[in-house]
Structure formats: C-alpha cells, structure tokens
C-alpha cells in the first residue's frame, strides 16, 4: 500500500462533492455509490471526518453531509491525518547504541539527541507536510471542478443526489405509514 | 512498514562508516556485525547499492566496500531510490472515470490530464524528495560523526576493521597452505 492510502482518495473525491453540491446532504451511501466506491469503506471514512470536525453529519428525513467549516480551511494534510493518522515516514530504529564495540553498555553520547539521519528524514516529512498544508478543500475543488468538466455534469450529480434524498425521505413517510397501520390493527 | 524503511537507514549507517575509515575497505559483514544488525539483510542492500554505482567492492585478500564516487555526490535520495527503488507516496485510483452516471462509458473529459488530488500528491512527494536530494553523505557524516561522537571511538572502529581484514587475510593464507599441503599429500 502506498504511503497515502485509498481512504485518502476516496475521502477527498467525496469532500469535492460535498463543496460542490450546495446545500444537499448526501449520506456516505450517496458518495460512495455516485463514485463508485466501496459503501462500508467511506461510511468508515466519515466517521473519521466527522470526529475531526471535518463534516457534520445532520440527522432528519434529509441526513447526510455537509462539511463543518468552509472549504479555505479544510486543508489536505488536514484529511489525510484525520483519515489516517499522523504517519511518519520513517521509523528511526536508533542502532547507534547497538555498535558491537559497546558490549551492550552504550554512551550517553551514542544516543544523545535525534539521530542525524533521522534529522534528515524529519526534514523530508516536514516539507511534505507543508506541501500539503498549502492546498485547501477550496483550491483543490477549483483546480479539479475547474478542470474541464462540463458544468451540466456536476448539476446531473446534484439532482442525483436530491432525488437520493427524496427516496429516503419517501421510504421514511412509507415506514411511518406502515407502522402506524400495523398499530392500528393491533 | 514506514514509508522509507530499515533498509535505508542500514544503508545509510554502513555508507557513513565507508565515509570515515579512509582506506579501510570493511565487508558488508564486518559492517553489519559491528553495528548489530542482520548480516544478509546487509549484503542484500550493498549488491543494491554496487548496481546503482554508489560502492564498489574490492575483491582480492582484504575484499571489502568503499565508495564508489565523493561522498559530496552521493544524496540521501540516491541511496534511497538504490536500495528501496522510486516509490510513490500515493497511488492513484483514476476513480475519476466511475461516476455512476457514465454508465461504464466515461466521456473524455473525465480522465484528461492528472488528477487534480493525484497532482498535490505528486507535488508533495517532489518537495519530500528535492528535501532529500539536498543531503550528501559529506554533509550527513559532518552532522552525525560531528555531534559529539569523541574522536577516540572512531579510531577503535578503524582499528577493529583492520583486524577484521587482517583475519580475512590469515584465514587465506591458512587455506591456501592447507590445499598446498593437500596437494603434496597427494
């Protein structure tokens, strides 16, 4: 598996449409299913996004997601931690100490501050980070909505996704119908 | 497995040792044991390190590693893409094109040029790399055997290699003799 994971991808393509879609809230079924993408696997996506304060989840006969702050202040690196964690790059497994010469009694100064090349890895990781940090939800979605999709694609998914929500509501009245029918006959 | 793994860092403590024991020409053995970390996994990462033109290895009574260019030219990032190859930070799924309302059939637009989230990744992995490339085992040795590291430890080392070699040497002669005298036996 790559460093950054699919769950990465699939949370951003998702976070796109939620910065794309106005005020519809599609559930994560509604995301994953537009996309294309496994349904339980983006379920688990957003619950990671929604303890992050990424989205909020609103519940009702229209539940779904919306994102919890403006799309300038939602950075990538922001995701990927919520979606993965903070993941060094590299775990420094300090053999410094381990030289045979030492007899097992290594100096204070074989392991006195972070190891250089650790140093050096650090650095790389920090400007990866900073890298990531720079781009926002905001100019990630201009980039890629702006990048030649034709504008009546991205209305055909927002009348997907209110005529997802209307199903749900639909089937909502029909179960509280049907409950309220079965009571009756008892 | 972190991003940049064991290997690396293995690779990058023998490399700096090849920086400091000037003509010193230790084995990936002698390398290995003397920092207490697995001997085969050692001489795997320098036939790696041989290919990609970093070491050279002598062969002869006193065979052994030393650098095969300045430690001024060789980068982090080289030893790094010797011993672990290029690996990308993340691997694109192109989910671009699985809309469910391409119905299998995704119009053009929909995969032209990179992905817009692919591309920050790309650029994030760029500057993670320009970082490392900006290392040089000169510059490393200079931090790492720079850092109170007493000058009386890396005379011991030097010392323990010569010895390393000089047993190497007897235990040539030794056989050499011992065939000799086979022979005569004959």
Redesign the interface.
């Known amino acids: 598996?790559?460093?950054?994971g699919?769950g990465?991808?699939?949370a951003?393509?998702c976070l796109l449409w939620l910065v794309n879609t106005d005020d519809k809230r599609p559930s994560s079924r509604d995301l994953a299913?537009?996309?294309?993408?496994p349904t339980a696997f983006v379920a688990k996506i957003f619950s990671k996004l929604e303890r992050a304060g990424i989205v909020e989840a609103s519940g009702g006969i229209r539940g779904g997601y919306s994102l919890a702050k403006e799309p300038e202040e939602i950075s990538?690196l922001e995701v990927i931690d919520a979606v993965e964690g903070h993941?060094?790059?590299?775990?420094?497994?300090e053999?410094?100490g381990?030289?045979?010469?030492f007899d097992s009694d290594p100096p204070k100064?074989?392991s006195?501050?972070v190891?250089?090349?650790h140093?050096?890895?650090l650095?790389?990781?920090?400007?990866?980070?900073?890298?990531?940090a720079t781009?926002t939800l905001a100019s990630?979605s201009a980039?890629?909505f702006g990048?030649?999709?034709?504008q009546s694609?991205v209305n055909?998914?927002k009348i997907?996704f209110s005529e997802r929500q209307m199903a749900r509501e639909d089937a909502r009245i029909s179960g509280m119908r049907s409950r309220s029918k079965s009571t009756k006959d008892i």
Chains 1, 2 share one sequence.
């Open positions: 598996m790559a460093y950054i699919t990465v991808e699939y951003l393509h299913e537009i996309q294309g993408v990538v993941k060094p790059i590299f775990d420094c497994k053999i410094r381990r030289c045979a010469l100064w074989s006195r501050g190891c250089g090349i140093a050096v890895m650095n790389a990781e920090k400007a990866m980070r900073n890298e990531l781009v990630l980039s890629v990048k030649g999709m034709p694609f055909d998914v997907w």
